[in-house]
């Protein structure tokens, strides 16, 4: 047992120094700006900012948040068709209500156009996109303590390829840089690794961002492997982090491969609003398309805004 014991502290040490190693290693070839410079000469540490990035869950707190508050978001949705004429729409307004550990919504109104729903009975999405936008953000029935109601759409097969597909998506929307188990992109998207680092230029700098002041790190594709296909996976990825505590404001990044069998091209664009002390999402911008195996083409465009936390329900 002690002999166990001593491999499995051996490994986290290793773990923990591999880490340490490859924050070194970007802090050396980080380029800074003028402010940064300063910053740095009067105590701003490059490593601790670069370590602090990685294991930052800001985005993951606030979009947790959204579990537990009232609030309205306003959804536009567009499809269109290989030659960017329009297919298909969506607009939406609701609300959700979060009272007594319990969490629903109601739509105050929507309207779509084209084929966004399939001609069935019972509306069921058309796209893809739709789907998971539902399945991120939209309550069906009542939830209570995380224990929500049966979903109706689809079959047992599919809601655990969507579960898959979301827990996936998750960590390339709170954690882009960071390894995500997506088939045949491997280790592309742990952009911080030894071998993937080699690829991008890091930069960190200083801008404001709706007035506050922040420090900006970058990652962006090297211009030497920027068409090259299938070496990377994030062309770019932006941060915004306030001055004063690091709070990340916005990111901003895009998402870029091509293999045989599919092809996607995603710009994401996060921004936070703080309420109160706690922090949530005020819009989420998304535009690309993809084209994978037993998948129509896709190519969509959305936005998300989300206002009025605290809201109560009136009778």
Known sequence: MKGIATCL??????LSAAQETGVKNIAA????????????KAG????????????????????KNLRTASYRFDVEMEFQDRKERQKASYRAAQVQYFEASCRWMEILESSSSGNFFKKRK??????????LYDRLFCTVGKVCNEQSMPD????????????????????????????????????KTAIFSERMSSFYDFMITSDAYNGTECYVFTAAVKPGYAD?????????????FRKEDFQVMARTYRLNHQTL???????????????????????????????????????????????????????
């Open 44 to 63: 701003f540490s490059v490593e601790d900012f670069i370590a602090f990035v990685r294991e930052d869950e800001s985005f993951y707190r606030a979009f």
């Open 9 to 14: 502290l051996f490994g986290i040490y290793l």
């Open 152 to 187: 109706p759409d689809g079959t047992e097969d599919e809601k655990r390829k969507m579960e898959g597909h979301v827990e996936e998506l998750k960590k390339l929307i709170f954690s882009p840089g960071e390894k995500a188990n997506v088939p045949f992109i491997e280790n």
């Open 261 to 315: 069998l599919y092809t996607f091209d995603v710009e994401m664009d996060i921004r936070l609003t703080k309420r109160g002390t706690q922090y949530f999402p005020v819009q989420i911008g998304y535009d690309g398309f993809w084209n994978i195996p037993f998948k129509k083409y896709e190519k969509g465009t959305f936005t998300v805004r989300f206002s009025d936390f605290g809201l109560q329900k009136t009778n």
């Open 29 to 40: 070839v980080v380029q800074l700006d003028s402010v940064v410079i300063v910053a740095q």
């Open 122 to 131: 019972l509306p069921k999405y058309k796209y893809y996109t739709a789907k």
């Open 228 to 240: 090259r296909e299938g070496k990377t996976v994030i062309k770019y990825l932006s941060t915004w």
